[in-house]
């Protein structure tokens, strides 16, 4: 069965203090995988889209990467207004399935 | 720019009633996805469309039905409603079946 599995769970760090938040995938068949930002009672917004490994994209304090089996999305330097959940979807060959997310909390 | 426009954005209904959940998809898509989101979860998977055809089927109920019309808004009817429908339902739409896709604000649907 297709799975999406991110973690942590919950990262909480100080304005300035780089992590790195994983999404690892077990699917038949990958067709793209997606990073997205929500914040609560939000639609997600979309960050980056992935398609083969070795790829990677940048943004702003944001960078994408990814492997054959998950995507690291890496943290610059966070600020406080970067604190939300951040979601990855993959793309099978029968749906759009998203990860549970991490939820970031940034501290001044 | 154009964003994905979803209505009503709140819907308040009783037990057994039924609701309908609109979707107007960013202009030339031609690829609509529902999600349902409970509070603190991760978004449902329930059912795309693809050029106005069925093109993959999640978690949806029976009581639950949907299309995309021929100028690709889609309506997500949902009937029989329960308690545990109470959610936030998310329309996404994408150019083709393997792009991004682009959610709209959501339509809170509460039952009582």
């Known amino acids: 069965e297709d799975q999406v599995t991110q973690s942590p769970e919950a990262l909480r760090l100080q304005e300035g203090e780089s992590s790195s938040l994983n999404c690892s995938y077990t699917?038949?068949?990958?067709?793209?995988l997606f990073w997205y930002r929500q914040d609560p009672g939000k639609g997600p917004e979309f960050l980056f889209t992935?398609?083969?490994a070795g790829e990677e994209k940048e943004k702003e304090r944001l960078k994408a990467t990814l492997t054959k089996k998950e995507s690291f999305l890496h943290i610059t330097a966070p600020k406080p207004e970067d604190s939300a959940t951040y979601l990855c979807?993959?793309?099978?060959?029968?749906?759009?399935?998203f990860g549970a997310g991490t939820r970031l909390t940034v501290k001044p | 720019a154009a964003g994905v426009i979803q209505s009503p954005r709140h819907l308040i209904k009783e037990k057994r009633e039924t609701a309908t959940l609109k979707c107007y998809p960013i202009?030339?898509?031609?690829?609509v996805y529902w999600y349902q989101q409970g509070p603190g979860q991760d978004p449902q998977f329930l059912i795309s469309?693809?050029?106005?055809?069925?093109?993959d089927k999640g978690s949806i109920p029976d009581r639950f039905s949907a299309q995309q019309f021929s100028d690709y808004h889609s309506e997500l009817n949902m009937s029989s409603l329960e308690l545990g429908d109470s959610a936030l339902y998310f329309c996404a739409s994408s150019l083709g079946l393997n792009t991004e896709a682009f959610f709209g604000q959501g339509t809170r649907l509460t039952v009582v």
């Open positions: 979807a993959v793309r099978t060959n029968n749906d759009m399935r």
């Open positions: 699917v038949s068949g990958l067709r793209g």
């Open positions: 469309f693809y050029e106005k055809m069925q093109s």
């Open positions: 992935l398609y083969s």
């Open positions: 202009p030339r898509h031609d690829t």
